[in-house]
């Protein structure tokens, strides 16, 4: 859950597509429009492609509520009371640059992009780059960055309507592309697929609620059978209020569930964990802030960390104790779909950010 990224490459900078009827299916025609109304509702396309740059600070409260195996199912009975809270900061800078820092129960992930490279920093794989093309992080999706979410989706399928929490929604659907999907596999993992799903609220435009799912198949060098990772995560968005004309989100809900299967039959396991967050502040071309703050820590590895070894490392969370302390953890892995959990350095770097006045404070994020 600590950076998970989305399904493909995106550029916020690039023009969105017009809206075309003549010679386009309607699925596709009608997720323009859908968008068109998304970007006017949040601000307008003019005002949305004028911030250079981005800054929001927020709390988080994360929790693992249960864990399944073939024969039983521990749920926490006190999921309330053992809740970890902590906050985090990210910063955007166009195009494609973004940094982010995470502090929960005495863990610290540290993720970030400049352009050309995306790595991270957890505290059980240290700093490493990640695998696979320059993608966005899936937290700037939930409410945060209207103009990525619009971009990220230009290329979906609106695939019909339902009804979130009693609000009539149209589906926009995106799919990773095959070539994406062979970037982010190496050796014997293989990321299968990566679908996106957003809904946009008929009412007013804008997306309230996101879900994904990454499936990764990993086949062991025994010659054994192959080993399934799925990773679910569904946001609900909630709270939009308005910021220099920008409509921003203020508050949603994250639930994630990490599915492990194959190998022998009824062998799987289920994680399911929670995550709410809150955001205190938000400024938009903040001065000061330049290339520099997004330069990778010299100690990440050459080496890029697939995402399905990450899988496998989060295997280590079933010390867990699902309610207890132990959940600090895989709930920082929560937050970032476990394909991408185990990455994330730079634990000096950001610990005393101070640009145009705003300060990103670990240690005043940990209060």
């Known amino acids: 859950m600590a950076a998970p990224l989305a399904p493909i490459h995106v550029c916020s900078t690039d023009p969105l597509p017009h809206l075309s009827i003549k010679d386009t ?57 053992d809740a970890e809270s902590g906050g985090f900061v990210l910063w955007q800078m166009a195009p494609d640059m973004w940094y982010v820092e995470l502090a929960v129960g005495g863990s610290k992930v540290h993720a970030g992009c400049n352009g050309k490279l995306v790595w991270r920093h957890t505290p059980w794989l240290g700093a490493h780059a990640a695998k ?23 290329k979906a399928r609106c695939i019909g309507e339902k009804k979130v929490n009693g609000e009539d929604c149209f589906i926009l659907k995106l799919c990773a592309d095959p070539q994406t999907l062979k970037a982010r596999s190496e050796g014997p993992a293989e990321v299968i697929r990566h679908v996106l799903f957003g809904y946009f609220s008929q009412k007013t435009g804008l997306l309230i609620h996101i879900e994904d799912s990454h499936l990764t198949r990993i086949q062991s060098s025994a010659g054994g059978d192959a080993v399934y990772w799925e990773t679910s995560i569904n946001s609900f968005i909630d709270d939009y209020r308005p910021v220099e004309g920008t409509m921003i989100a203020h508050s949603g809900h994250s639930v994630v569930t990490l599915f492990r299967f194959g190998e022998v039959a009824m062998s799987h396991t289920k994680t399911r964990m929670e995550e709410s967050w809150t955001i205190e502040e938000v400024a938009f071309n903040v001065p000061g802030l330049s290339m520099d703050c997004f330069i990778p820590p010299a100690d990440v590895k050459h080496g890029t960390i697939d995402e399905a070894c990450e899988l496998s490392q989060g295997e280590r969370g079933k010390n867990l104790m699902v309610g207890g302390h132990r959940a600090k953890i895989v709930a920082v892995e929560k937050f970032g779909s476990i394909d991408e959990v185990c990455e994330l350095p730079q634990e000096e770097r950001g610990k005393n950010l101070m640009v145009g006045g705003h300060r990103a404070k670990v240690a005043a994020l940990e209060k």
């Open 132 to 154: 696979g093309p320059v993608r966005p992080l899936r937290r700037a999706l939930q409410g945060i960055d209207p103009l990525t979410t619009a971009s990220m989706f230009a």
């Open 25 to 81: 299916p309607i699925e596709t025609s009608s997720a323009q429009y859908i968008l068109q109304q998304y970007t006017a509702a949040s601000g307008g396309l003019k005002l949305l492609s004028s911030i250079r740059n981005a800054y929001a600070m927020g709390k988080v409260r994360m929790v693992a509520t249960d864990f399944e195996t073939a024969t039983r199912v521990i749920k926490a009975r006190n999921a309330s009371r």
